[in-house]
């Protein structure tokens, strides 16, 4: 009897309610863009990347500037512009400021492009949550009102309210999240910084100097 009564929709015939065409779009996205992501992070060596670095010395002197190249005992900043371009930074006639690891007490470096490409990431992710909760709410609101004697007959469109709110929730977090620094404490050591070492060489635009 209940089979009889509660048939399925005409509007949610084309989604095969057992396996939602959206749901499995979603899921084979995101699973595609994590495994190419890991493939990808794995299949590279080094690549040049523009790092805003800051360095506090044993003498509480504080620099900031584009982390240029470490090496076995010190480190070079590019400290006249960090706003610069990739490509006027990757010459090898800049200006640099070299400090030795006797001199430094702590190193704090983050990508330049961090907080936009985590606002990205964050903000797409979120957009992507927020629409599948607003789409499963939809749905079973049609559900709902398709029951006889109950519902109202009415389709109810689909209204994004965690779609937006989950994409701006997702961008702030993520804008702030690529704004923090990854901390390296040094405190003059040769052996802390020969630990750090090769941490700090996937934040440099050169792989020596």
Do not use: H
């Not at 509007?11 to 992501?37: A, D, G, M």
């Not at 009415?154 to 923090?180: H, K, M, N, Q, R």
């Amino acid at each position: 009897m209940i089979k009889s009564v509660l048939k399925i929709p005409s509007w949610l015939q084309p989604l095969n309610l057992k396996t939602p065409r959206y749901i499995l779009c979603i899921s084979s996205t995101i699973l595609l863009v994590f495994t190419f992501q890991r493939s990808f992070s794995q299949s590279v060596r080094f690549k040049a990347k523009v790092s805003i670095a800051t360095i506090v010395t044993k003498n509480n002197q504080t620099v900031k500037g584009i982390l240029y190249a470490v090496n076995d005992s010190m480190v070079a900043l590019y400290t006249e512009n960090t706003a610069a371009q990739k490509d006027f930074l990757l010459r090898d006639s800049l200006p640099l400021t070299i400090y030795s690891y006797r001199d430094i007490q702590i190193i704090k470096v983050r990508k330049r492009s961090a907080p936009e490409e985590c606002a990205l990431i964050g903000g797409g992710t979120g957009l992507l949550f927020g629409l599948l909760i607003d789409a499963i709410i939809n749905v079973t609101k049609n559900i709902y009102n398709e029951i006889p004697f109950v519902g109202s007959g009415e389709e109810v469109p689909l209204t994004p309210v965690f779609t937006i709110a989950f994409g701006l929730l997702g961008t702030g977090a993520g804008a702030a999240f690529g704004s923090l620094p990854r901390k390296f404490e040094i405190n003059g050591n040769k052996i802390n910084f020969n630990e750090r070492k090769y941490a700090l060489t996937k934040y440099c635009l050169k792989k020596n100097f």
